[in-house]
């Protein structure tokens, strides 16, 4: 990372880069490639099988590969080398199978397997689970791999390979057909961090997030220009204008009540001059969060928090805009995460987190930023500006956008499929250049319509940090 740069306070009307509506929805022919993608996956770990699980919290990899998102209810996906996958659905999602393409397109396979359904619905019309993996060739001499949510290491598991993140009667039933040792943990095909198939972004995907990330940023946009004394957090919630498009988290707001609770959400707390306050809107591919104080100056500030500017906030927009000076392809996530830990001391900053991680359908896929990652960051990847400091004096700073790392072949497929939201990305790039004053790489698509834009005091949010050129 850069040599540090000292931050100013700067007077600025907030930039105007314009709204978009959603892209089209994805194609067969996408989910197509991205199950293809998955199989060569599963060629270079030897897998007969692999068994994908979704539920309400845990859906983006069903979702990812082939555009079906349960909505009360469980579903397993079983994926082979070469036969169409089969989609197991319990009574609810049955129904909703269309959402998919390639239910329409005639590739893909289901069958309506009841104990997937919420309890105490029909449970009398469907094969028992062994019947239905026996028929699918998960016999001895299978090997199956599984996909949840999450992988495991060393560090958290005995046998992180066979520590499966799948209801147990699931899990118990391959283990009893394949064997235990054949059935492995296969989460990190989709989200491991340096070659997960979801951390190298497409066209399509960049320009989802574009959109959600829009919405974030513009949400959280005019409940900062609306702030005002005495409101509650309720009424500070309606400027959203909350859409429908699906939510990746509950939108948060911390008020001076809430200062000691992470993520609160809005209770009908007042919310004052002098407090402290963070507002945060995750859309699925999206989290746009900024923290500072209900404030006009620093005269409005407690009086050991009254240098917020010069003793916190500032040396952290100064250490956050070296991270985004540093994000291009090659660059070492490990460095990266030391130099944060260096200009953000923990015991000033109590930074618990990663400084940064890859973001996807989910809010937080994985993470390549840790003090010994040996992950060098490649083009494709969705990252999110995510430092996240804590104090009892100055509660908190925040510069949290949405990125895409995209080198000049990726930009020239975005042009050609999504010339508009390409031209927004440069638009932003030039004004952190050129306003912000981070030099950020060309390899650098920023997502959020308030890119890097930081203002400490809430009730004056055209004040905002830059760097001294």
């Known amino acids: 990372m850069k040599t540090r740069r000292h931050s100013k306070l700067l007077e600025i009307e907030w930039p105007e880069f314009g709204e978009c509506g959603p892209p089209p929805r994805v194609s067969a022919d996408e989910f197509g490639r991205r199950i293809d993608l998955t199989r060569a996956a599963m060629g270079r770990l030897r897998l007969t099988h692999l068994i994908v699980y979704g539920?309400?919290?845990?859906?983006?990899?069903?979702?990812?590969?082939?555009?079906?998102?349960?909505?009360?209810?469980?579903?397993?996906l079983i994926l082979r080398p070469t036969a169409t996958p089969l989609l197991l659905v319990g009574n609810e999602c049955a129904d909703y199978l269309p959402i998919t393409p390639l239910h329409a397109a005639g590739k893909l396979r289901n069958e309506r397997f009841q104990p997937l359904s919420l309890p105490s619905q029909p449970r009398d019309q469907s094969r028992l689970l062994k019947e239905i993996f026996r028929d699918e060739g998960i016999a001895r001499g299978a090997r199956v791999g599984c996909a949840g949510l999450k992988y495991f290491t060393a560090a958290e598991h005995p046998d992180p390979d066979h520590a499966l993140?799948?209801?147990?009667?699931?899990?118990?039933?391959?283990?009893?057909?394949?064997?235990?040792?054949?059935?492995?943990?296969?989460?990190?095909?989709?989200?491991?961090?340096?070659?997960?198939?979801?951390?190298?972004?497409?066209?399509?995907?960049i320009a989802f997030f574009?959109?959600?990330?829009?919405?974030?940023?513009?949400?959280?946009?005019?409940?900062?220009?609306?702030?005002?004394?005495?409101?509650?957090?309720?009424?500070?919630?309606?400027?959203?204008?909350?859409?429908?498009?699906?939510?990746?988290a509950h939108p948060s707001i911390k008020t001076g009540a809430m200062r000691g609770v992470a993520f609160p959400s809005p209770r009908g707390n007042p919310i004052r001059r002098g407090d402290p306050f963070s507002v945060g809107v995750c859309f699925r591919g999206s989290n746009c969060c900024r923290v500072g104080w209900v404030a006009e100056s620093a005269q409005d500030l407690p009086e050991a928090a009254k240098d917020y500017v010069g003793n916190f906030a500032g040396p952290y927009f100064e250490a956050a805009a070296r991270w985004f000076e540093a994000v291009r392809p090659g660059a070492s996530a490990g460095r990266m995460a030391r130099e944060v830990s260096k200009a953000l001391p923990f015991a000033k900053y109590r930074i618990h987190l990663n400084p940064g991680h890859l973001i996807h359908l989910e809010e937080w896929l994985s993470s390549p930023f840790y003090p010994d990652s040996k992950i060098r960051l490649h083009s494709g990847m969705a990252l999110q500006s995510d430092i996240i400091p804590s104090s009892p004096e100055y509660f908190s700073s925040r510069v949290e956008d949405g990125l895409v790392i995209a080198n000049a072949a990726l930009r020239r497929q975005l042009k050609a499929r999504y010339p508009a939201c390409l031209a927004r990305c440069e638009a932003r790039r030039a004004f952190m250049r050129e306003t912000i004053g981070m030099p950020i790489s060309d390899d650098v698509?920023?997502?959020?319509?308030?890119?890097?834009?930081?203002?400490?005091?809430?009730?004056?949010?055209?004040?905002?940090?830059?760097?001294?050129?």
Request: aromatic content about 10%; glycine content about 8%; charged content about 25%.
């Open 55 to 76: 539920d309400r919290e845990h859906f983006a990899n069903l979702t990812y590969l082939i555009g079906f998102d349960p909505k009360w209810e469980e579903a397993l």
């Open 165 to 205: 993140d799948l209801p147990a009667y699931m899990a118990d039933t391959l283990r009893d057909l394949a064997g235990r040792a054949n059935v492995t943990n296969a989460a990190g095909i989709f989200s491991d961090p340096d070659k997960g198939i979801r951390t190298f972004c497409a066209p399509d995907e």
């Open 210 to 248: 574009e959109y959600t990330n829009v919405l974030a940023s513009e949400g959280v946009k005019r409940m900062l220009f609306g702030l005002r004394d005495g409101m509650t957090d309720f009424e500070c919630i309606q400027l959203l204008r909350f859409n429908g498009e699906p939510l990746g």
């Open 445 to 469: 698509l920023p997502l959020s319509n308030m890119p890097a834009i930081m203002p400490p005091f809430l009730l004056r949010p055209n004040l905002v940090f830059a760097l001294e050129q």
